[in-house]
């Protein structure tokens, strides 16, 4: 909480990238599941968007998406699935809450992303949770809560959930909530704009293009 204004440079950032659940732990871990071809194959962790299935096989299911708001989300992301300590999956993403009374200026990064999969075949933990409250908004950095991506068959996470809420709004950077790549990728978690003047905000769910799995409104 700051009283007055506030400034990420370019080159820092406020980061919580892969902070959240640990591998295969929270409440969308990605499952995982054995097979003689492949060895051990995890699904992505869920948060915002389901996490992606692993390697195509019966069981590697990716985690399910949960929520405590798409307008204030405080909750850490999900790790994805693996099944030994050796072959660990991605950490979810952790939670960020920033409220500055004055004028917030990111141009460099608030991130809450999830962690890649570590180890052969486990998924990608989910992004996490960043909520922005701010007088003016401005900057052309990145606000961010995306998905891990998957080991090589691994499931890709989903996307976390963003949500800034803000009297002036002059960011020109980016906000995203991107499911992770890997075997197949993760669903889009949630971006949430409003302006204080509005009665309603703005809820965009958007996977940059990507074709990923599910993200439930």
Do not use: H
């Not at 996490?51 to 798409?70: E, I, R």
């Not at 900057?139 to 963003?162: F, I, M, S, W």
């Amino acid at each position: 909480t700051v009283t007055s204004n506030a400034t990420v440079q370019a080159g820092g950032g406020i980061i919580a990238d892969g902070a959240g659940y640990a591998g295969g732990q929270g409440p969308g871990a990605g499952k995982f599941v054995f097979s003689t071809s492949s060895g051990y194959v995890g699904g992505g962790g869920g948060y915002g968007g389901y996490g992606a299935a692993g390697g195509g096989f019966p069981g590697a299911y990716g985690g399910s998406a949960y929520y405590s708001s798409l307008t204030a989300p405080v909750l850490n992301g999900s790790g994805g699935g693996y099944y030994t300590s050796s072959s660990p999956g991605g950490s979810g993403g952790g939670a960020i809450r920033m409220n500055v009374t004055g004028a917030l200026l990111v141009n460099g990064r608030v991130s809450a992303s999830g962690g890649a999969g570590m180890g052969q075949g486990s998924g990608g933990g989910s992004g996490g949770s960043v909520w922005v409250t701010a007088g003016t908004l401005a900057g052309a950095g990145t606000l961010c809560a995306n998905g891990g991506a998957g080991n090589e068959l691994g499931g890709g996470g989903g996307g976390g959930c963003v949500s800034v809420q803000y009297g002036v709004n002059a960011f020109e950077g980016i906000m995203s909530a991107y499911g992770g790549g890997g075997y197949a990728w993760g669903g889009a978690g949630t971006v949430y704009t409003k302006a204080n003047s509005q009665n309603m905000g703005q809820l965009v769910v958007d996977n940059g293009g990507q074709n990923g799995t599910n993200t439930p409104i």
